[in-house]
């Protein structure tokens, strides 16, 4: 199983970035996990958008759909230049009807995923867990029978975060704050919750992401590793994990 970071800034890309957006591929089989602002040109520099099988949503906020609508562009020029006929599902949560009805387009298709079920997607069995976010939010859980990857998506600290993510191979964490800033109201976490939430689950990598645009954001691993004696890792646009 093979992650690559598309994009990892919270809120808005900085400078050259992109928002929320992961790579997941194994046996060949593609899926893109969120399409944050900047993703549809990021993901280009390592497969082509006709390569996906599939499109997973966490939540409808903007830094995380934002390049739905060119994506699904992509795919209807790609009819236009191939002929290519076939629709992209889109998966996401029905907790909005609205949002989740813009997943459907000429060539994409929206496909209901129900948060108390499992989900199987080519060789991903994906669990959900709901976030603490003002919109409702699901982070994931995704093995493929060997690995485990955990994906909070937009969340505050939540105890029961340490249940899910147990035994994860990797964590992805909303890292949007620094150590001692409060971002429940906003439903993120710092870099000390994070790093507990991983301590307290024995996870082997701890990948921060959901980045502020202020700061030093490599202060963010000193801060985590306070907490967490594992492995830290800053999210960055290009950065593989493989199991």
Same mark, same amino acid.
């Given at each position: ?37 900047? =993703? ?5 520099? #390592? ?18 759909? =934002? ?7 992509? !795919? ?36 209901? #995923?129900?948060? !108390? ?68 109201? =906003? ?57």
């Amino acid at each position: 199983m093979k992650l690559t970071v598309i994009g990892c800034w919270g809120g808005y890309p900085a400078r050259d970035g992109a928002t929320s957006s992961y790579l997941l591929e194994k046996e060949g089989f593609l899926l893109l996990i969120d399409v944050g602002s900047g =993703a549809l040109s990021k993901l280009q520099k #390592y497969k082509a958008v006709s390569d996906l099988d599939a499109v997973i949503i966490s939540h409808y906020h903007h830094d995380h759909i =934002a390049d739905l609508g060119v994506l699904q562009y992509a !795919k209807l020029i790609e009819y236009y230049v191939k002929g290519a006929n076939k629709r992209l599902p889109i998966y996401g949560h029905t907790a909005d009807q609205a949002s989740f009805q813009t997943l459907t387009h000429e060539y994409t298709k929206a496909m209901p #995923y129900n948060p !108390k079920e499992e989900l199987k997607l080519g060789p991903f069995t994906i669990q959900f867990f709901e976030t603490v976010h003002p919109v409702p939010c699901y982070g994931m859980r995704i093995s493929d029978g060997e690995s485990v990857i955990v994906y909070t998506a937009d969340t505050s600290y939540k105890e029961e975060w340490k249940d899910f993510a147990q035994g994860a191979d990797l964590l992805i964490v909303d890292c949007n704050y620094y150590a001692g800033q409060d971002g429940t109201k =906003a439903g993120h976490m710092n870099s000390e919750e994070g790093a507990r939430i991983a301590e307290a689950a024995g996870v082997d990598t701890l990948m921060l992401s959901h980045l502020p645009q202020y700061g030093d954001i490599h202060q963010l691993v000193i801060e985590a590793k306070k907490h967490y004696k594992g492995n830290v890792r800053l999210a960055e646009e290009g950065a593989i994990w493989q199991s």
